[in-house]
């Protein structure tokens, strides 16, 4: 703890509560003007709602819910990043844990071109990608190799000019090999020297809690000292979409809520999109929503001490 420093102000984030069931992993995103949500549809053993046959990725326009794609059949854990004109998605292959990324690219949200990464040795789950001095940034959650890993889950990151040709960085870039951190996001802004992850915290007693942590190099973190940035509670219960049908209102209300992960966030009309799980962490699972006042840059760095 710095005591020659303001101690930070913890930003207010308010929870709106559930849009949906059974729904993750989800990327809040401004794309030509309109917000979106990029969402992964897990097979049917774990969203009994998709009777696709495989898991995919969607996006839909948040206001009407409007589905605008579907894509990437097969594909699991997925994430989506915004570059000007460009809306890339990326996601493992075949299963949780595999060595190999699609990455998909679009600039009409109709036609994707897909490129494959693989990274031979690496169990490879959830990911992020952020953009800094002209480079990109692959942030990974593995399970695998163990001399990298430690405790499973750890992170991970690769470097692209191009967003096709990948290369790992060297071993010292890693994101808390002693313990458990899972569900990642990873964010940059221009003039900003930081890389910022959000992580899921295992507490004890099977409880899990999402936090931020912030690195110039991604070697050295430092760890907000406001953590946690979300906390389960009887908020996550609200129910934010009128939509839902009585049985999910019922399945909702009476839920298991342990954790709050894989948050993700975008700028909106001056503040910030959040969206985020809770649940059991173990099948029983809600995509919630909250909101804060401040744009992205000011909600992450006020939860650290000022340079």
Known sequence: MDFTKPFPKRPVIRKLGTIACDIVETTPLVFGGTLYRFEYIRTKEQNPANDTG???????????????????????????????????????????????????RTSDLCSWEETSVRFPGYGICNTGVCKMDGGYTLLMEIDAPKDECGVPFTFRFARSD???????????????????????????????????????????????????????????????????????????????????????????????????????????NGGTVLMYSWGNQHGNEFLAEARCELPPRELLRGLFYAD
Request: proline share 6%.
């Open 54 to 104: 495989a898991s995919y990725f969607r996006l839909v326009e948040y206001d009407t819910g409007r589905i605008v794609t579907e894509l990437a059949r097969g594909c699991h854990l997925g994430c989506a990043y915004t570059d000007g004109e460009t809306l890339y998605a990326v996601g493992v292959w075949e299963r949780w844990g595999g060595d190999t990324l699609g990455i998909f």
């Open 162 to 268: 191009d967003m096709t040709h990948w290369t790992m960085t060297p071993p010292a870039c890693v994101f808390q090999k002693e313990r458990y951190a899972g569900g990642p996001a990873i964010y940059t802004f221009p003039g900003d020297p930081y890389y910022y992850v959000l992580y899921l915290e295992a507490l004890p007693g099977g409880f899990y809690t999402t936090c931020a942590a912030r690195s110039r190099d991604l070697t050295a973190w430092d760890y907000s000292p406001v953590n946690p940035l979300l906390m389960y509670g009887d908020e996550d219960k609200v129910i934010a979409n009128p939509a839902l049908s009585e049985a999910a209102r019922a399945r909702i209300a009476f839920a298991h809520d342990v954790n709050n992960s894989d948050v993700e966030l975008c700028g909106w």
